[in-house]
């Protein structure tokens, strides 16, 4: 999957260079600005460098907090928590200078984050020009954080927050500026968007390097880049990219970590389907290991599953792709405070970047709304897999979250069910809709059925929706070895 740009490179690290704090004043990072949101409701962390043990006060509305800063110059504050949505208030901060922040706001804050089809821009997306008129809500604000890939963790990052305009948006994260204009509309509160995706990035560049090289089976893939890293020159381009373990965390993720945010929407695992087997340990230590660091709890994480991709397949298979979201699936009984946006109709056949992002976000919002903010009447989980029971020569089926009944689409009955029997082999079954709920799914060349799946291609054909028109969670009722059980 290519990388996309938002490039940096040389010029990076000369920006970056240009954000560095002045040893004689107080600085902050930039996570910190003109039109920032503060997280409703926590203790937000406000942090910066200064004179070793100069003292240092934050004050913000009525209250006013003091530190020192340590012998290597770093100091943080915690704000009390303010229960009320609103502004704008002036944040300021006063060592031997004074930085004085303002139109800061009190909202809702998400991190948007993966790598192409959540970096892929509202311009890039569909209905661009009606977007981008209608993109006047100045209480949604937007920061982006540059592509750095390193090993060494950064500090600071050149960025700003921006109060969203039709000139802002147009390239900000599509999906990201969707999600976070549903829940505006929808909440009527202030919302602030960190837009930090990475295109083409693996899974395993977006964790700390130690924790990476500390867990018993997925330390394979530190090894395998560490005798990579043995044989090549410092400047090699995969050095500084987006596949090196540790890359992303160090280099994009580390400046923001502990700026107070409710949670985090996902959308990644492309470049990681060809080990997708390896993916059902990795992307649960990736959502342990961030919300370990930033401190902030358990906070909500949702992630879109992969969406249909290459040429439709009429006949059964197997697919890394259809392995991978599994994986995503699994995901959420893996992590507490986590939900699956099924996105399997999504898709474009010939473009690994859909336009319809808009699609996407309203199913992560609908996750957002329903499970973190408890807004009534909101359905957000697609139907699932359940159990499955012999009936005759056929397998009945039970799902779980089918809201509404079910409705398949464009023609009656169910379409996108595979069946096998001992021998494994899967062929094209039959499938009905029973008066008790069940799909009952059956085929004549397999009198002696033992295993169901659906929709497992890269690209299937399938049509099962919930009444609240939601997809059915692909799926497969067997756990035999998939081809990529043995990638590490």
């Known amino acids: 999957m290519p990388a996309l740009s938002r490039p940096l490179s040389a010029l990076a690290v000369a920006c970056l260079c240009l954000v560095a704090p002045a040893r004689a004043d107080v600085a902050l990072n930039n996570m910190f600005g003109d039109h920032m949101v503060l997280q409703r409701g926590i203790k937000n962390k406000i942090w910066g460098r200064a004179d070793p043990g100069e003292e240092v006060a934050v004050t913000l509305a009525a209250q006013t907090h003091a530190t020192k800063a340590g012998a290597d110059g770093a100091w943080q504050v915690f704000l009390d928590p303010i229960a009320e949505y609103g502004g704008p208030h002036t944040l300021a901060v006063k060592g031997k200078n004074t930085v004085t922040f303002t139109d800061v706001l009190i909202g809702e804050v998400w991190v948007c984050s993966g790598q192409s089809n959540m970096q892929w821009s509202v311009n890039q997306s569909a209905d661009p020009d009606l977007e981008r008129a209608a993109a006047n809500f100045p209480n949604i604000r937007l920061i982006s954080v540059p592509q750095v890939g390193t090993q060494e963790r950064q500090w600071n990052f050149n960025g700003r927050w921006q109060a969203c305009t039709p000139e802002t948006v147009a390239d900000f994260s599509a999906v990201g500026y969707c999600f976070g204009r549903q829940l505006h509309e929808t909440l009527g509160v202030p919302i602030g968007l960190i837009d930090n995706a990475w295109g083409g990035s693996a899974a395993e560049a977006w964790v700390n390097r130690e924790t990476l090289a500390a867990h018993p089976r997925l330390k394979a893939i530190h090894e395998r880049w560490a005798t990579a890293e043995a044989a090549a020159q410092p400047d090699a381009k995969q050095m500084q990219g987006n596949q090196r373990p540790g890359n992303i965390y160090a280099g994009v993720l580390a400046p923001a970590i502990g700026y107070g945010i409710q949670g985090v929407v996902w959308y990644q695992g492309e470049t990681n389907a060809g080990r997708a087997h390896q993916y059902r340990e990795l992307f649960p230590l990736l959502i342990t290991s961030w919300r370990r660091e930033w401190g902030l709890g358990d906070f909500a994480f949702y992630w879109v ?53 808009q699609g996407v976000a309203r199913r992560l919002a609908r996750w957002a709304l329903a499970e973190t903010y408890k807004v009534p009447g909101i359905v957000c989980q697609s139907p699932l897999y359940r159990s499955m029971e012999k009936a005759d020569h056929k397998l009945a089926l039970t799902f779980d979250h089918v809201t509404g009944g079910w409705r398949p689409f464009d023609v009656a009955e169910p379409v996108g069910f595979t069946i096998a029997g001992a021998d494994k082999k899967f062929v094209p079954a039959k499938a009905a809709i029973a008066k008790d709920g069940r799909i009952e799914v059956w085929s004549d060349a397999v009198p002696e059925p033992i295993a169901v799946r659906y929709a497992w291609a890269d690209n299937p054909i399938c049509n099962m929706y919930s009444g609240a028109g939601l997809p059915l969670t692909p799926f497969r009722t067997d756990d035999f070895p998939g081809i990529t059980a043995d990638k590490q």
């Open 305 to 357: 599953q992969l969406a249909d991709f290459r040429a439709e397949r009429t006949e059964p298979g197997e697919s890394d792709w259809a392995e991978l979201r599994e994986s995503q699936t699994m995901t959420m009984k893996a992590v507490p405070n986590g939900g699956q946006a099924v996105s399997i109709d999504l898709g474009e056949g010939k473009d690994i970047h859909p336009k319809n992002k």
